[in-house]
Structure formats: structure tokens, C-alpha cells
């Protein structure tokens, strides 16, 4: 079946740091790969999404790169900050699945002054 | 334009009461989906739907679960019979379609404490 497997946390980086959350996968079909993102208090949402092999998504300065030859979707930023502190989640939805989400457990990121 | 809204924000009950939980979509949106998140299982798919085809009802816990989507639009989740394993945020999602590659916009969810 299909399964997503990120970095545990918690993450926590200063101010500025460069950022890098590690998303592996797994599925039966040709997946979409997303990264969502849930700041404290407030419901999910999209972040970046790719959906195909070597789509580079981005968004707010965070990117992420399909890559199926090693079936991972790693999130980067080259300099946090305090207001990115969240719980990033990786998620796929799979072609043989329709369009249902199979979600990581979440990473919490905490960024510090 | 508005968002998914659900309803309530927050449900406590108590052991073997059912609940209902009110999701509406995003206006136009055909595509409806429910997840669960809790500490021990994560964000778990639930059931979808999808205009006017049958649900795929292949997430959900149990037969204590139900939904219906009425007009395809307004979403109603029941729980019967609730048990302590069932307290969650309960979540709901609406996309435009159906493909994969498709966003899911979500609501804020409604916490369902069961004591």
C-alpha cells in the first residue's frame, strides 16, 4: 500500500538557519506529492505540490523536488524564520487510489531568535 | 471567496452518544473528503465523495461511521455509539475534481473529545 515517511521531530533551528525535512514514499501508481503545513491554531494547507518526477515545487521561499528515482520529496528553505514555526506534514495521493491523501506524521518545526 | 467551514468548532460528549459533524465546501468543488487526526494514528483518510458516484468509504474505523453528502454539496458525519478511541479532529477537505494532482483546501476542523 502507499505510505509516507518523514524525519520525526521536533526540528528546531535558529533564526535564519538553512532547513531541510526529509519525505520518502511509497505508492502503487504514479503519485502527487504535496507538502502541507498547520501553524498553531489554524487548519491545514498547501505549501508546494509537484506532480510529476523532477516538478519542483515552491512557494515561500520553501522548495521541494520530485524525485522518483530515489522516491523522495524533500522541503527546503535556505533561511527560516520565527513565523514558519509549524507542523509540516508530506503527503502523496496515488494514481491508483484516486485522489485521497496518505499523509507523513508531521514534523514539528520551532524556529528561534 | 469562503472557505471549508465546518461545524461545530469543538464537540464534547459522552461515552455511546452519536454525534454529527457538518462540513461545507468550497462553492463548485464536486470532490469531499473527511480525515481524522489523532495523536496515535496521525491524519487518516476517512471517506470521500465524489458528485454523484458512490463514496469511497474504504477509511473509516469502523460501522459506527457514517456520512452523506446531500446535493453535492453539504457534507454530515455521524459517529454512533462514540467511544473514548474516537476522539479526534475531525477533518474536511473539498477540491475542485478528482484527479490526484488536484489541491485539497481544508477546513478548520472540528474537535470531538469523547469523556
Known amino acids: 500500500g502507499n505510505s509516507v515517511t518523514q524525519m520525526e521531530g521536533p526540528v528546531t533551528l535558529s533564526e535564519e538557519a538553512f532547513l531541510t525535512i526529509n519525505c520518502t514514499y511509497t505508492?502503487?501508481?504514479?503519485?502527487?506529492l504535496f507538502w502541507y503545513v498547520q501553524y498553531p491554531g489554524e487548519g491545514l494547507q498547501l505549501l508546494l505540490k509537484?506532480?510529476?518526477?523532477?516538478d519542483k515545487g515552491s512557494n515561500k521561499g520553501f522548495e521541494a523536488t520530485y524525485r522518483k528515482e530515489t522516491t523522495s520529496f524533500h522541503l527546503e528553505k535556505g533561511s527560516v524564520q520565527v513565523s514558519d514555526s509549524a507542523v509540516y506534514f508530506c503527503?502523496?495521493?496515488?494514481?491508483?487510489?484516486?485522489?485521497?491523501?496518505?499523509f507523513g506524521t508531521g514534523t514539528r518545526l520551532q524556529v528561534t531568535l | 471567496g469562503a472557505g471549508v467551514s465546518q461545524s461545530p468548532s469543538n464537540k464534547v460528549t459522552e461515552k455511546g452518544k452519536d454525534v454529527e459533524l457538518r462540513c461545507d465546501p468550497i462553492?463548485?468543488?464536486?470532490?469531499l473528503y473527511w480525515y481524522r487526526q489523532s495523536l496515535g494514528q496521525g491524519l487518516e483518510f476517512l471517506i470521500y465523495?465524489?458528485?454523484?458516484?458512490?463514496?469511497?468509504k474504504s477509511g473509516l474505523p469502523s460501522d459506527r461511521f457514517s456520512a452523506e453528502r446531500t446535493g453535492g454539496s453539504v457534507s454530515t458525519l455521524t459517529i454512533q455509539r462514540t467511544q473514548q478511541e474516537d476522539s479526534a479532529v475531525y477533518l474536511c477537505?473539498?477540491?475542485?475534481?478528482?484527479?490526484?494532482?488536484?489541491?485539497?483546501?481544508f477546513g478548520p476542523g472540528t474537535r470531538l473529545t469523547v469523556l
Open positions: 505508492a502503487t501508481g504514479y503519485p502527487s
Open positions: 477537505a473539498s477540491s475542485p475534481g478528482q484527479n490526484w494532482g488536484d489541491t485539497q483546501y
Open positions: 465523495f465524489q458528485g454523484n458516484s458512490a463514496p469511497d
Open positions: 509537484a506532480t510529476k518526477a523532477d
Open positions: 462553492s463548485g468543488h464536486t470532490a
Open positions: 503527503a502523496l495521493s496515488d494514481s491508483g487510489t484516486a485522489s485521497k491523501l496518505t
